[in-house]
């Protein structure tokens, strides 16, 4: 059997493939189980900065959850079917919301349900022209259940949210940029030079300032502003003692690119 993960890493960047093409890259168990171990190798790689995160084939980035596997959980009742399926899928989006490592999705096709809630996990998306979302869990009988209930209401807004939600309807790119699930729409040719452009631009600053950011943020937006600032607090101050930024202060000064070591 294939690996259901490929991993590229290139010049600081992971290339991170969702690989079950034949199937449009239904998240089934094993796919899911690997991609966190394939996170987990990536986050202490300190030769990874970033991370780009798409699907292989032509057709679809992730067409959401394998159903002939998730609904075998389902027949053996609620405590399996939270286990199994809820669980770990929404295991697997924390883990993408609160990765320290920039992850930006290269939406390829097909967003569908899982697909759609790996795009609002991620920290950026870039959408091919080709890329078409949905959120059809409401047509299994079923809210959507790997976070898209509480993370594209924060997104787009409840109403705009809640009219996907409940539909089950397709969307288009341009949608999606619309109701803030992606940054940008690109020819599907130029995704992937696009992503890899985005990431580049993240990876010359210090790998530190960019785990501290992306922490603030995704905390932050859980809290009150008053807890939100702490966090912002607490993530300036554990920078302070690090040589990143006393090199980028000293850079600033002198007037020249500053190198940034991670540490």
Not at 150 to 165: D, F, I, S, V
Not at 232 to 261: C, H, K
């Amino acid at each position: 059997m294939s690996d259901p993960i490929l991993l590229e890493i290139n010049d600081g960047i992971a290339l991170v493939t969702l690989n079950r093409p034949d199937k449009h890259n239904a998240l089934n168990y094993a796919l899911i189980d690997r991609l966190m171990a394939v996170l987990d190798a990536v986050e202490t790689d300190a030769g990874v900065r970033a991370v780009i995160l798409t699907g292989a084939g032509e057709h679809a980035f992730s067409a959401g959850a394998d159903i002939h596997e998730f609904s075998e959980s389902v027949r053996r009742g609620r405590d399996a079917a939270v286990r199994d399926f809820v669980a770990r899928g929404q295991a697997m989006t924390a883990r993408l919301e609160a990765f320290r490592k920039p992850v930006i999705a290269a939406v390829n096709g097909l967003a569908y349900g899982g697909g759609c809630e790996i795009t609002e996990a991620v920290h950026l998306a870039v959408a091919s022209e080709k890329a078409r979302f949905a959120k059809p869990e409401i047509n299994l009988g079923m809210p959507p259940t790997f976070g898209g209930t509480q993370r594209l209401p924060r997104l787009a807004g409840r109403k705009r949210a809640l009219e996907l939600l409940l539909t089950g309807d397709a969307f288009t790119p341009a949608r999606a940029l619309e109701i803030g699930l992606v940054n940008i729409v690109v020819p599907h040719e130029a995704l992937l030079p696009t992503a890899r452009e985005l990431a580049g631009r993240i990876v010359r600053h210090s790998p530190l300032a960019v785990g501290a950011v992306i922490t603030a943020v995704t905390r932050g937006l859980n809290m009150s502003i008053g807890e939100g600032l702490q966090v912002e607090s607490e993530q300036f101050a554990a920078m302070v003692p690090t040589g990143d930024l006393g090199e980028g202060i000293n850079a600033w000064i002198e007037r020249r690119q500053p190198v940034y070591r991670g540490r």
